[in-house]
């Protein structure tokens, strides 16, 4: 199995990128944030999950080791496939994401990862016990039910979910407040 790969980018779109290792080109899917850190001809280290079906073989790519383990963390929800489980870690910070399993927050997950409310539920209950000690960071909680919040009034303003989710994602950290970070998430929307 591939764990680990470290190469120049010969190639990326918003989805994966081509990583030249010996001169052999992989193809990884990575997550968007991931793929903002990458520039053609740049050299990228990458921790990877090898997933084989029995009509291929796909290598995931992350950062870091703590992007990895979360997303093998989520391969094992059943119904979470490697597909879902890229998805969801490249909706919602690791941390936010974390953070709204332990408290059991169905809605945040539901809004702002973008997933159904039965998978929703279905990640909380298999995976609550597994991050009981996860301490969660003071005032996450009001971090996210305010995005819950955005998300809400942007779509009040006739945006779809996808669109207020993709445009809080791309709000600076250091925006502080609800009715700043929605002014942020519009100006986002008005440049697309």
Same mark, same amino acid.
């Given at each position: 199995?591939?764990?680990? =790969?470290? /190469?120049? *980018?010969?190639?990326s779109?918003?989805? @994966?990128?081509? %990583?030249?290792t010996?001169n052999? !080109?992989?193809?990884v899917?990575?997550?968007?944030?991931?793929i903002?850190?990458?520039?053609?001809?740049k050299?990228?280290?990458?921790?990877?999950?090898?997933?084989?079906r029995?009509?291929?073989?796909d =290598?995931? /790519?992350? *950062?870091?080791?703590?992007?990895?383990? @979360?997303?093998? %963390?989520?391969?094992?929800?059943? !119904?979470?496939?490697?597909?879902?489980?890229?998805?969801?870690?490249?909706?919602?910070?690791?941390?936010?994401?974390?953070?709204?399993?332990a408290?059991?927050?169905?809605?945040y997950?539901?809004?702002?990862?973008?997933?159904?409310?039965?998978t929703?539920?279905?990640?909380?209950?298999? %995976?609550?016990?597994?991050?009981q000690?996860?301490k969660i960071?003071?005032?996450?909680?009001?971090?996210?039910?305010?995005?819950?919040?955005?998300?809400?009034?942007?779509?009040s303003?006739g945006?779809?979910?996808?669109e207020?989710r993709?445009?809080?994602?791309?709000?600076?950290?250091?925006?502080?407040?609800?009715?700043?970070?929605i002014?942020?998430?519009?100006?986002?929307?008005?440049?697309?």
């Amino acid at each position: 199995m591939i764990a680990y =790969l470290k /190469g120049e *980018i010969i190639y990326s779109n918003d989805k @994966f990128l081509i %990583l030249n290792t010996g001169n052999v !080109g992989y193809k990884v899917s990575v997550t968007p944030e991931t793929i903002l850190l990458c520039e053609e001809g740049k050299q990228i280290a990458l921790f990877i999950y090898t997933a084989v079906r029995e009509n291929s073989i796909d =290598l995931f /790519g992350f *950062i870091n080791k703590e992007e990895l383990s @979360f997303f093998e %963390l989520l391969l094992d929800v059943s !119904g979470i496939g490697p597909r879902s489980a890229l998805s969801i870690i490249g909706l919602a910070p690791i941390e936010t994401v974390k953070s709204a399993i332990a408290t059991g927050d169905v809605a945040y997950l539901n809004k702002v990862s973008g997933i159904g409310r039965k998978t929703a539920e279905k990640i909380i209950i298999e %995976l609550r016990d597994k991050l009981q000690n996860y301490k969660i960071i003071d005032g996450t909680s009001s971090t996210l039910r305010e995005d819950g919040d955005i998300i809400e009034a942007l779509k009040s303003l006739g945006y779809s979910q996808n669109e207020a989710r993709d445009a809080l994602k791309q709000v600076p950290p250091s925006t502080e407040g609800t009715n700043a970070r929605i002014k942020e998430a519009l100006k986002v929307l008005s440049n697309h």
